[in-house]
């Protein structure tokens, strides 16, 4: 138990740091709230539902990008400004790597999910349901960047951060929803060898290859 304890401290220390003289604080709640709400969701299961590390690993990277871009709001992150200028780039990146992440750990927590607490098992449907839940994810993120617009004229440009993209949103979905098979394409194993080693789920089938084996 050595390392969730670890990123538990680690995660705190994050948001402390982050929080300390952000930018905008009303983005900083905005952009931090998924830590904020997840962390104690967390904590609350972590007896009776505990998580695979390769899962845990996962959602404190996510964190910390989000914490980050938190505390700059994602136009204006350093490292971000880094790479726009090292590689000619138009914006700052940093939020497409934001989405990246907001499609990429979501499909694995949505997958062991279902995986335990259902039915499925390695195949295209659980693929399609991961893809999905990753779609509504990415979706709902993006109604909630119009609400704030509404609501504040700051965030038009802090939270939305379009950076004169009229294409922004369009943008952020489609990262998001290939992040999502990418990391099901690219951990799928991994996450069910760590599922079968902790007795969460039976071992994959035989001749697992990929999403378009049929249970």
């Known amino acids: 138990m050595r390392e969730p304890v670890?990123?538990?401290?680690?995660?705190?220390?994050?948001?402390?740091?982050?929080?300390?003289?952000?930018?905008?604080?009303?983005?900083?709640?905005?952009?931090?709230?998924?830590?904020?709400?997840?962390?104690?969701?967390?904590?609350?299961?972590?007896?009776?539902?505990?998580?695979?590390?390769?899962?845990?690993?996962l959602l404190f990277l996510h964190g910390l990008v989000l914490l980050h871009g938190a505390h700059y709001t994602y136009a204006q992150v350093p490292l971000g400004e880094w790479a726009r200028d090292v590689f000619e780039m138009s914006r700052n990146p940093y939020d497409r790597l934001g989405h990246v992440m907001q499609g990429f750990v979501p499909a694995i927590l949505a997958r062991e999910l279902l995986l335990r607490t259902s039915a499925l098992r390695p195949g295209r449907w659980l693929f399609f349901l991961v893809l999905s839940i990753a779609a509504m994810v990415t979706v709902s993120y993006e109604l909630l960047e119009w609400w704030a617009a509404v609501l504040s004229d700051s965030a038009k440009e802090d939270f939305l951060s379009l950076q004169g993209d009229d294409w922004d949103t369009q943008w952020d979905m489609a990262l998001a929803l290939g992040a999502a098979a990418a990391a099901q394409l690219l951990?799928?194993?991994?996450?069910?060898?760590?599922?079968?080693?902790?007795?969460?789920?039976?071992?994959?089938?035989?001749?697992?290859p990929g999403p378009g084996h049929m249970p």
């Open 187 to 208: 951990l799928g194993r991994a996450h069910d060898r760590a599922l079968a080693a902790r007795g969460f789920v039976g071992p994959a089938p035989a001749g697992w």
């Open 6 to 57: 670890a990123l538990l401290l680690m995660t705190v220390l994050a948001v402390i740091a982050s929080a300390w003289s952000p930018h905008s604080p009303f983005i900083w709640w905005l952009e931090a709230a998924p830590v904020l709400i997840g962390l104690p969701v967390l904590l609350a299961t972590r007896r009776r539902f505990p998580l695979t590390a390769l899962t845990l690993r």
